[in-house]
T-cell receptor, first 116, second 111 residues
C-alpha cells in the first residue's frame, strides 16, 4: 500500500521569497515520486519526477525537490516565488517509474498563494 | 501539435440523464485514464485502459462507464446512477514507462 500526505493545504509567501511545499509518503516499495502543478480550471502539468536516480531533482520553472528516504519526504522548493507560481500543487507517488497503471496515488494538494 | 484534448470544457447534466465526456490523444499512447477531482481533494481514479478494447475499474467506478474502441479515444459516460456527478474530470495518458500527461479537463455541473 502507498499513501501521500501533503502537510499544508495552503501556503502563502511574498513574491521574491522562497517557497517550500511539504510532502511525506509511505510506500512498501521503492517509489517513484512526482510533483504536478494545476492552474485554475486547467489540467495538471508535470513539474518534476524522482525515479531512483539523483536524490535532488530539478524541474521546470525553477522548482526542485529532494528525495529523503530516511525522512520519507519529497519536499518541493523554489528560491524565489513569482506571481505566476500561484496554483495548486500535487505530490504523487507511484510504484512504477512511468507513473502509469493503477499505481498512482495523489496527495490532496497544496494551494500556493503569492502575495505582491 | 501533440497532446490530449477534452470536450466540452463545461457540461450540464439534468436529473436522470446520461452524459458523455470526450477524451482524445494524438500521442500514440497505449494507456489512458479518467480521474475525478473534487474541491480540496486529490485526484481519484475512475477507470483506466492499458490497451484498446480493454479497461479496468479504478477506485470510484460506480455510476460511470467507458469504452476504448480506438487507441486515441477514451470517452467517459456519467450515468444517472452517479448521484453526485458535479466535479472536474481529467483525462490522462502515458506511453510505456512514461509519465502521465493530462488533458485540460471538463467541468460537469448538475442543473
Amino acid at each position: 500500500a502507498q499513501s501521500v500526505t501533503q502537510l499544508d493545504s495552503h501556503v502563502s509567501v511574498s513574491e521574491g521569497t522562497p517557497v517550500l511545499l511539504r510532502c511525506n509518503y509511505s510506500s512498501s516499495y521503492s517509489p517513484s515520486l512526482f510533483w504536478y502543478v494545476q492552474h485554475p480550471n486547467k489540467g495538471l502539468q508535470l513539474l518534476l519526477k524522482y525515479t531512483s536516480a539523483a536524490t535532488l531533482v530539478k524541474g521546470i520553472n525553477g522548482f526542485e525537490a529532494e528525495f529523503k528516504k530516511s525522512e520519507t519526504s519529497f519536499h518541493l522548493t523554489k528560491p524565489s516565488a513569482h506571481m505566476s507560481d500561484a496554483a495548486e500543487y500535487f505530490c504523487v507517488v507511484s510504484l512504477y517509474s512511468g507513473g502509469g497503471a493503477d499505481g498512482l496515488t495523489f496527495g490532496k494538494g497544496t494551494h500556493l498563494i503569492i502575495q505582491p | 501539435d501533440g497532446g490530449i484534448t477534452q470536450s466540452p470544457k463545461y457540461l450540464f447534466r439534468k436529473e436522470g440523464q446520461n452524459v458523455t465526456l470526450s477524451c482524445e490523444q494524438n500521442l500514440n499512447h497505449d494507456a489512458m485514464y479518467w480521474y475525478r477531482q473534487d474541491p480540496g481533494q486529490g485526484l481519484r481514479l475512475i477507470y483506466y485502459s492499458q490497451i484498446v478494447n480493454d479497461f479496468q475499474k479504478g477506485d470510484i467506478a460506480e455510476g460511470y462507464s467507458v469504452s476504448r474502441e480506438k487507441k486515441e479515444s477514451f470517452p467517459l459516460t456519467v450515468t444517472s446512477a452517479q448521484k453526485n456527478p458535479t466535479a472536474f474530470y481529467l483525462c490522462a495518458s502515458n506511453g510505456v514507462g512514461e509519465t502521465q500527461y493530462f488533458g485540460p479537463g471538463t467541468r460537469l455541473l448538475v442543473l
